[in-house]
T-cell receptor, first 116, second 112 residues
Framework: GAVVSQHPSWVICKSGTSVKIECRSL??????MFWYRQFPKQSLMLMAT?????????EQGVEKDKFLINHASLTLSTLTVTSAHPEDSSFYIC????????????FGPGTRLTVT | AQSVSQHNHHVILSEAASLELGCNYS??????LFWYVQYPGQHLQLLLK??????LVKGIKGFEAEFIKSKFSFNLRKPSVQWSDTAEYFC??????????FGQGTELSVKP
């Protein structure tokens, strides 16, 4: 149980284009989802917290107009990287918490974004 | 601000050696503590977690961790490592807000 999927697993796009990454909780409802960014050989950095039906909360230094997050349902959150630049190339990972009051996050497999 | 510090960036061991990875956090309130593992090319997997109760926590694959509140530490241990334990290990802490703060990660290389 508690499986989280991400789509696509990898994507290559050109500078200036936008890319949407989906995060789905497959067998549970997730009131809260998180989006992380991981650079090679580095740790995960929290980008934003996504709550179903409300605006995402972004961490300091994360451009909310560049990284659009939508949590439209209890099983789906999307991250859209707008006007992508090569420096946006990274590994994007989402996680989800099943239900309120739980602190254990279940992680998706990640999406490798390469911007050329 | 909350932070998590992992002492070792890269640890190299031979098979059957004992492992201890250090993790310290800075937060004075109630915390929940986790160790995650990331095998090469794979996603994060939970090794073990501490919420409350017995400070010695046993996880999967023979790993355990001890929560020492007075030292703000949550070190990961395994008596005898295997080549298949080669991976990146992350310590993480969450407070009542639910946000996970990760340590820098420790790369473990086990020589067969």
């Amino acid at each position: 149980g508690a499986v989280v999927s991400q789509h696509p697993s990898w994507v290559i796009c050109k500078s200036g284009t936008s890319v949407k990454i989906e995060c789905r909780s497959l067998d549970f409802q997730a009131t809260t989802m998180f989006w992380y960014r991981q650079f090679p050989k580095q740790s995960l950095m929290l980008m934003a917290t996504s709550n179903e039906g409300s605006k995402a909360t972004y961490e300091q230094g994360v451009e909310k107009d560049k990284f659009l997050i939508n949590h439209a349902s209890l099983t789906l959150s999307t991250l859209t990287v707008t006007s992508a630049h090569p420096e946006d190339s990274s590994f994007y990972i989402c996680s989800a918490i099943p239900g309120r009051g739980s602190y254990e996050q279940y992680f998706g497999p990640g999406t490798r974004l390469t911007v050329t | 601000a909350q932070s998590v510090s992992q002492h070792n960036h890269h640890v190299i061991l031979s098979e059957a050696a004992s492992l201890e990875l250090g993790c310290n956090y800075s937060y004075g309130g109630t915390v929940n503590l986790f160790w995650y593992v990331q095998y090469p090319g794979q996603h994060l997997q939970l090794l073990l977690k501490y919420f409350s109760g017995d400070p010695l926590v046993k996880g999967i694959k023979g790993f355990e961790a001890e929560f020492i509140k007075s030292k703000f530490s949550f070190n990961l241990r395994k008596p005898s490592v295997q080549w298949s334990d080669t991976a990146e290990y992350f310590c993480a802490v969450t407070n009542q807000g639910g946000k996970l703060i990760f340590g820098q990660g420790t790369e473990l290389s086990v020589k067969p």
